[in-house]
């Protein structure tokens, strides 16, 4: 793919929220663009490291032994192995990079946020 992607248009394309949409590959990467809000199910990724980038509004990273808050403009590496749950008090749009395929409710026994992967906006 050679085409500018242009990530406000992208996510102007979709409403859900916790349905990650792909806008790109690098290598064996995707790039996702995802609306979130309220709280996401905990869940852990145990062959891979996951990395939110805040594009719009203020989000909190949930973990065992404390939160991390992201304001826009800021990022985050969630270590492969480390429990999780994504929080928005209101609508966050983020950037998600990790290894096509990655199930977005990684271990997670509540499917009900599970995500369909490779859908592509």
């Known amino acids: ?9 992208k ?9 990650p949409r792909v806008v790109a590959e690098l290598n064996d990467y995707q790039l996702k663009v995802v ?3 309220n709280s996401f ?6 062959d891979t490291d996951e990395l939110f980038l805040v594009l719009q509004g203020a989000m909190s990273i949930r ?3 404390g939160d991390v808050s ?25 950037l998600l990079i990790e290894p096509r395929g990655v199930v977005n409710t990684g ?15």
């Open 1 to 9: 793919m050679n085409d500018v992607v242009n990530l406000a248009e």
């Open 11 to 19: 996510l102007a394309q979709f409403s859900e929220h916790w349905s």
């Open 35 to 37: 609306k979130l809000q």
């Open 41 to 46: 199910v905990w869940h852990k990724h145990d």
């Open 63 to 65: 973990l065992r032994d």
């Open 70 to 94: 992201l304001q826009a403009g800021e990022l985050y590496v969630v270590p492969r192995g480390v429990e999780h749950q994504p929080y928005a008090e209101d609508e966050c749009h983020v």
């Open 107 to 121: 271990d997670a026994e509540d499917t009900r946020l599970r995500a369909d992967n490779d859908r592509w906006i």
